[in-house]
């Protein structure tokens, strides 16, 4: 069983910022998208930012120019920098990384971390 560990949550003030790790416990092949998904109090999951395996990203609208998505394959690991933190960016942070081969395909998921922007 693939585990997701997660990394750099903690507590900012606003306009400051945080980087996100994400490796996974071992080797994923036939990767088709890799994301990061947040859930802020009281509020669904929602999809902050994707990188697929070809390379292109997806940005949530309200993030675009702060949140950046990227991936090191050497290290085999996903990161998510954030940067101009705000405190409706309070939320706990999920990776997610998709594999699909042929007809099947599996999704995993990150413990979450917690991410607390104070004003």
């Known amino acids: 069983q693939v585990q997701l560990v997660e990394s750099g949550g903690g507590l900012v003030q606003a306009g400051g910022s945080l980087r996100l790790s994400c490796a996974p416990s071992r080797t994923i092949f036939k990767i088709v998208t890799m994301g990061w998904y947040r859930q802020p109090p009281g509020n669904e999951r929602e999809l902050v930012a994707s990188l697929s395996s070809a390379g292109s990203t997806q940005y949530a609208e309200s993030l675009k120019g702060r949140f950046t998505i990227s991936r090191d394959n050497a290290k085999n690991t996903m990161y998510l920098q954030m940067n101009n933190l705000k405190p409706d960016d309070t939320a706990v942070y999920y990776c997610?990384?998709?594999?699909?081969?042929?007809?099947?395909?599996?999704?995993?998921w990150g413990q979450g971390t917690q991410v607390t922007v104070s004003s």
């Open positions: 997610n990384i998709r594999q699909q081969v042929g007809d099947w395909s599996a999704d995993y």
